[in-house]
């Protein structure tokens, strides 16, 4: 039997898909809340997977990038030209590709 005992799982832990309560007490886990926290005394070696709600996981988080920002300045300016939409030729790729955005 081993004294490592301690699951660390970050917190809070309604964010995970399953029971983390749960699967401890029936892997004969303590849990503990790993953001509270620094010490990992007495960690198990090998500690439960633990899946967080898609609306909790990192790319969820992150709004969409504009497909926009990866046009080089001679593909702004020609989509501003194309909409006929006036612009300082000598402005930079942010400034133009900004005008570009508001322009919808």
Do not use: C
Request: hydrophobic share 35%; proline share 7%; net charge neutral.
């Amino acid at each position: 039997m081993t004294d490592n005992n301690i699951w660390y799982l970050p917190g809070p832990f309604h964010r995970y898909e399953d029971d983390v309560k749960a699967i401890a007490k029936k892997a004969g886990l303590i849990i503990i809340d790993a953001n509270v926290t620094e010490d990992r005394g007495g960690e198990v070696e090998k500690p439960p997977k633990a899946k967080l709600k898609a609306e909790y996981r990192e790319k969820a988080n992150r709004p969409e990038a504009d497909p926009r920002d990866k046009f080089t300045l001679d593909q702004v300016k020609a989509a501003l030209s194309g909409a006929n939409v006036a612009f300082d030729d000598k402005a930079d790729l942010p400034t133009l590709l900004k005008l570009l955005k508001e322009q919808g």
